[in-house]
Each structure stands twice: as structure tokens, then as C-alpha cells.
């Protein structure tokens, strides 16, 4: 019976480990989709220029296809972070 209690345990810890692991991956890529650095925090700089009256944005993150897997296959995407030089690949369908 000990065993048996024991199993379960284990089993429901693993579920949740891997259930919170997918949600801090997906949360980072979330940041990463919306120009946020998630380990420096660097985010998109707007200026303006009262001279022209144009808005200029500095992006802090770069995106870039490294290999698209054509209309129904995963693209690997390339971010890195002109800041810190964080440098991520996630694949995404």
C-alpha cells in the first residue's frame, strides 16, 4: 500500500514538473515575441522627433528564420538580444 502511495506521489510531481517547465518555456517566448529580453529585461526604445514628427524604434531583440519547414512544417527561430547578447532557439509551428 506504501508503495502503491508512493508511486502516485512521484507520478503527480512529475506531471507538475513538466506542465510548469512548458509554461516557463512558453512564457519566455512570449517575451521574446514581444521584443522583451527576458533575462536583462531590455525592451523596445520609441523616440520622437518634434523636428520631422516620426516615431524611430531601437529594437532590442532580433528575429530570425534559421530553417523554415516549409507550409506545414516547424520554423527554428533565432532571438538574440543586442543588449546582453542572449542568444535563444525555439522552434515554432
Do not use: W
Not at 512544417?73 to 522552434?91: F, M, P, Q, R
Request: hydrophobic fraction near 35%.
Amino acid at each position: 500500500m506504501q508503495t502503491i502511495i508512493f508511486l502516485l506521489l512521484v507520478f503527480l510531481i512529475v506531471i507538475f514538473s513538466v506542465l510548469l517547465y512548458f509554461k516557463s518555456k512558453h512564457s519566455r517566448v512570449d517575451k521574446l515575441n514581444k521584443g522583451e529580453c527576458p533575462s536583462c529585461g531590455a525592451s523596445t526604445k520609441t523616440f520622437y522627433d518634434e523636428n520631422t514628427k516620426t516615431m524611430f524604434k531601437s529594437e532590442s531583440i532580433s528575429a530570425r528564420v534559421l530553417k523554415n519547414g516549409g507550409c506545414s512544417g516547424v520554423n527554428d527561430i533565432e532571438y538574440k538580444c543586442k543588449e546582453c547578447g542572449l542568444k535563444e532557439v525555439y522552434s515554432q509551428g
